[in-house]
Protein backbone atom coordinates (compact mmCIF):
# COMPACT_ATOMS: atom_id res chain seq x y z
CA UNK A 1 0.00 0.00 0.00
CA UNK A 2 2.63 2.38 0.81
CA UNK A 3 4.11 1.89 -2.42
CA UNK A 4 0.58 2.63 -3.91
CA UNK A 5 0.65 5.97 -2.32
CA UNK A 6 4.14 7.20 -3.21
CA UNK A 7 3.30 6.26 -7.37
CA UNK A 8 -0.07 8.38 -6.22
CA UNK A 9 1.97 10.98 -5.46
CA UNK A 10 4.10 11.34 -7.72
CA UNK A 11 1.30 11.12 -10.52
CA UNK A 12 -0.30 14.19 -8.86
CA UNK A 13 2.89 15.90 -8.55
CA UNK A 14 2.38 16.34 -12.87
CA UNK A 15 0.41 18.59 -13.08
CA UNK A 16 1.71 20.96 -10.43
CA UNK A 17 4.77 21.24 -12.23
CA UNK A 18 2.81 22.24 -15.57
CA UNK A 19 0.78 24.53 -13.75
CA UNK A 20 4.00 26.64 -12.73
CA UNK A 21 5.73 26.30 -16.18
CA UNK A 22 2.65 27.96 -17.61
CA UNK A 23 2.42 30.29 -15.03
CA UNK A 24 6.00 30.73 -16.01
CA UNK A 25 4.89 31.47 -19.54
CA UNK A 26 2.05 33.88 -18.80
CA UNK A 27 4.39 36.25 -16.48
CA UNK A 28 7.37 36.36 -19.04
CA UNK A 29 4.37 37.39 -21.83
CA UNK A 30 3.20 40.26 -19.72
CA UNK A 31 6.55 41.04 -18.36
CA UNK A 32 8.16 40.80 -22.34
CA UNK A 33 4.94 42.27 -24.51
CA UNK A 34 7.61 41.45 -28.04
CA UNK A 35 6.14 43.20 -31.29
CA UNK A 36 7.26 42.73 -34.77
CA UNK A 37 9.89 46.07 -34.94
CA UNK A 38 8.33 47.36 -31.84
CA UNK A 39 5.35 47.72 -33.53
CA UNK A 40 2.68 44.85 -34.54
CA UNK A 41 1.52 41.74 -32.66
CA UNK A 42 2.63 38.14 -33.62
CA UNK A 43 -0.26 36.40 -32.65
CA UNK A 44 -1.84 35.78 -35.92
CA UNK A 45 -4.25 32.98 -36.54
CA UNK A 46 -3.21 30.70 -39.56
CA UNK A 47 -6.25 29.15 -40.92
CA UNK A 48 -4.74 26.47 -43.18
CA UNK A 49 -4.16 23.37 -41.53
CA UNK A 50 -1.59 21.89 -43.98
CA UNK A 51 1.32 25.06 -43.72
CA UNK A 52 0.49 26.19 -40.36
CA UNK A 53 3.37 23.71 -38.28
CA UNK A 54 5.75 25.28 -40.98
CA UNK A 55 4.45 29.67 -40.65
CA UNK A 56 6.71 30.55 -37.41
CA UNK A 57 5.01 33.48 -35.70
CA UNK A 58 6.62 33.64 -32.25
CA UNK A 59 6.90 37.20 -30.78
CA UNK A 60 10.66 38.67 -32.02
CA UNK A 61 11.49 42.28 -31.96
CA UNK A 62 14.14 42.28 -34.89
CA UNK A 63 13.05 38.98 -37.13
CA UNK A 64 16.82 37.52 -37.50
CA UNK A 65 17.53 33.71 -36.08
CA UNK A 66 21.71 34.89 -37.79
CA UNK A 67 21.97 31.35 -39.19
CA UNK A 68 20.87 29.55 -36.30
CA UNK A 69 18.58 27.16 -38.58
CA UNK A 70 20.53 26.92 -41.31
CA UNK A 71 19.72 23.05 -41.77
CA UNK A 72 17.50 22.27 -44.47
CA UNK A 73 14.13 21.26 -42.68
CA UNK A 74 14.91 23.76 -39.95
CA UNK A 75 14.46 26.56 -41.62
CA UNK A 76 10.62 26.55 -40.81
CA UNK A 77 11.80 27.91 -37.35
CA UNK A 78 12.63 30.68 -38.60
CA UNK A 79 10.06 33.55 -38.22
CA UNK A 80 8.24 33.91 -41.90
CA UNK A 81 9.37 37.54 -42.20
CA UNK A 82 12.71 36.16 -41.60
CA UNK A 83 12.31 33.98 -44.84
CA UNK A 84 10.65 36.82 -46.70
CA UNK A 85 14.05 38.66 -46.10
CA UNK A 86 15.90 36.12 -46.97
CA UNK A 87 14.32 35.56 -50.40
CA UNK A 88 14.61 39.38 -50.84
CA UNK A 89 17.98 38.39 -50.66
CA UNK A 90 18.03 35.69 -53.56
CA UNK A 91 15.47 36.11 -55.76
CA UNK A 92 15.69 32.98 -56.97
CA UNK A 93 15.27 31.06 -60.56
CA UNK A 94 12.11 30.30 -62.53
CA UNK A 95 13.04 27.62 -64.68
CA UNK A 96 16.39 27.56 -65.25
CA UNK A 97 16.67 31.07 -65.56
CA UNK A 98 17.60 33.15 -62.82
CA UNK A 99 15.11 36.22 -62.42
CA UNK A 100 15.80 39.89 -62.10
CA UNK A 101 18.44 41.04 -60.03
CA UNK A 102 17.98 42.23 -56.07
CA UNK A 103 20.02 44.90 -56.77
CA UNK A 104 21.28 47.08 -53.86
CA UNK A 105 19.69 44.39 -51.47
CA UNK A 106 22.09 41.64 -52.29
CA UNK A 107 23.76 40.45 -49.36
CA UNK A 108 22.51 43.09 -47.27
CA UNK A 109 20.24 41.79 -44.34
CA UNK A 110 19.61 45.09 -42.93
CA UNK A 111 18.34 46.70 -45.93
CA UNK A 112 15.96 43.95 -46.68
CA UNK A 113 14.38 43.84 -43.10
CA UNK A 114 14.01 47.95 -43.40
CA UNK A 115 12.45 47.65 -46.70
CA UNK A 116 10.10 45.01 -45.40
CA UNK A 117 9.09 46.64 -42.56
CA UNK A 118 8.39 50.19 -44.45
CA UNK A 119 6.32 47.61 -46.58
CA UNK A 120 4.46 46.16 -43.58
CA UNK A 121 3.59 50.09 -42.91
CA UNK A 122 2.47 50.66 -45.99
CA UNK A 123 0.27 47.56 -45.93
CA UNK A 124 -1.13 48.64 -42.43
CA UNK A 125 -2.19 51.89 -43.46
CA UNK A 126 -4.30 50.62 -46.58
CA UNK A 127 -5.34 48.15 -45.23
CA UNK A 128 -6.17 49.15 -41.58
CA UNK A 129 -4.68 46.00 -40.14
CA UNK A 130 -1.82 44.28 -38.04
CA UNK A 131 0.25 43.55 -41.76
CA UNK A 132 1.34 39.81 -40.56
CA UNK A 133 -2.16 39.28 -40.79
CA UNK A 134 -2.11 40.16 -44.43
CA UNK A 135 1.41 38.42 -45.09
CA UNK A 136 0.07 35.41 -43.95
CA UNK A 137 -3.24 35.64 -45.78
CA UNK A 138 -1.36 36.29 -49.33
CA UNK A 139 0.68 33.02 -48.31
CA UNK A 140 -2.46 30.83 -47.57
CA UNK A 141 -3.91 32.30 -51.08
CA UNK A 142 -0.98 32.07 -53.37
CA UNK A 143 0.42 28.86 -51.80
CA UNK A 144 0.12 26.05 -54.79
CA UNK A 145 -1.15 22.32 -53.90
CA UNK A 146 0.75 20.72 -56.62
CA UNK A 147 3.19 20.54 -59.15
CA UNK A 148 4.99 19.15 -62.04
CA UNK A 149 8.29 16.35 -62.38
CA UNK A 150 9.98 15.20 -65.50
CA UNK A 151 11.76 11.90 -65.77
CA UNK A 152 13.34 10.20 -68.66
CA UNK A 153 11.30 6.87 -69.62
CA UNK A 154 13.70 5.48 -72.26
CA UNK A 155 14.46 8.39 -74.91
CA UNK A 156 11.28 10.30 -73.81
CA UNK A 157 10.41 12.86 -70.33
CA UNK A 158 7.60 12.23 -68.95
CA UNK A 159 5.32 14.82 -66.67
CA UNK A 160 3.93 13.65 -63.54
CA UNK A 161 1.44 15.78 -61.67
CA UNK A 162 2.66 15.35 -57.64
CA UNK A 163 1.45 17.28 -54.47
CA UNK A 164 3.59 19.83 -53.29
CA UNK A 165 5.41 19.21 -49.86
CA UNK A 166 4.07 22.02 -47.15
CA UNK A 167 7.38 23.21 -46.13
CA UNK A 168 8.06 23.78 -50.40
CA UNK A 169 4.43 25.29 -50.45
CA UNK A 170 5.93 28.30 -48.06
CA UNK A 171 8.82 28.60 -49.52
CA UNK A 172 7.96 28.95 -53.19
CA UNK A 173 4.76 31.49 -52.29
CA UNK A 174 7.51 33.50 -50.19
CA UNK A 175 9.84 33.67 -53.57
CA UNK A 176 6.97 34.30 -55.71
CA UNK A 177 6.12 37.40 -54.03
CA UNK A 178 10.06 38.46 -53.98
CA UNK A 179 10.08 38.09 -57.81
CA UNK A 180 6.67 39.88 -58.23
CA UNK A 181 8.02 42.63 -55.96
CA UNK A 182 11.26 42.80 -58.31
CA UNK A 183 8.80 42.69 -61.50
CA UNK A 184 7.43 45.75 -60.43
CA UNK A 185 10.31 47.86 -59.91
CA UNK A 186 12.75 47.22 -61.80
CA UNK A 187 14.38 50.13 -63.75
CA UNK A 188 10.88 51.81 -62.76
CA UNK A 189 9.77 54.70 -60.49
CA UNK A 190 7.96 52.46 -58.32
CA UNK A 191 10.29 51.47 -54.80
CA UNK A 192 10.93 47.99 -53.57
CA UNK A 193 8.93 48.56 -50.53
CA UNK A 194 5.86 49.67 -52.66
CA UNK A 195 6.01 47.25 -55.08
CA UNK A 196 6.24 44.13 -52.02
CA UNK A 197 3.34 45.83 -50.10
CA UNK A 198 1.21 45.79 -53.59
CA UNK A 199 2.22 42.86 -54.24
CA UNK A 200 1.38 41.14 -50.84
CA UNK A 201 -2.33 43.05 -50.52
CA UNK A 202 -3.23 41.53 -53.85
CA UNK A 203 -2.20 38.14 -53.08
CA UNK A 204 -3.94 38.39 -49.83
CA UNK A 205 -7.46 39.40 -51.55
CA UNK A 206 -6.83 36.86 -54.47
CA UNK A 207 -6.49 39.08 -57.17
CA UNK A 208 -4.08 39.66 -60.16
CA UNK A 209 -0.91 39.34 -59.04
CA UNK A 210 2.35 37.55 -59.79
CA UNK A 211 2.07 34.96 -57.15
CA UNK A 212 -1.04 34.20 -57.78
CA UNK A 213 -0.91 33.87 -61.36
CA UNK A 214 2.21 31.45 -61.19
CA UNK A 215 0.20 29.44 -58.67
CA UNK A 216 -2.74 28.76 -61.31
CA UNK A 217 -0.10 28.60 -64.12
CA UNK A 218 1.50 25.74 -62.09
CA UNK A 219 -1.61 23.86 -60.94
CA UNK A 220 -3.06 24.01 -64.63
CA UNK A 221 -0.12 22.03 -66.04
CA UNK A 222 -0.37 20.01 -63.40
CA UNK A 223 -4.10 19.42 -64.19
CA UNK A 224 -3.45 18.52 -67.42
CA UNK A 225 -0.65 15.96 -67.08
CA UNK A 226 -2.81 13.77 -64.31
Known amino acids: MVVGKK????????PRKQKKIEKKEKREKKMFPLKLFGRWSSEV??????????INLDPYFVPRSTGKYRNTFHKSKSHIVERLAQHMLV?????KRHKLTS????GKMYNAVKNIEKALEMIENKEK????????KA?????LRE???SFQVGSVMAREAVVTAPQRRVDKTLRFLAQGAYRKSFNKK????QALADEITASAAGKESFAVREKERIEREAAGSR
Do not use: C, F, M, W
Not at 129 to 136: A, F, Q
Open 7 to 14: QDIRKSRV
Open 139 to 143: IETAA
Open 147 to 149: EII
Open 190 to 193: TTIA
Open 91 to 95: AGHQG
Open 129 to 136: KNPLEVVV
Open 103 to 106: GVLG
Open 45 to 54: EVHDIGIKPY
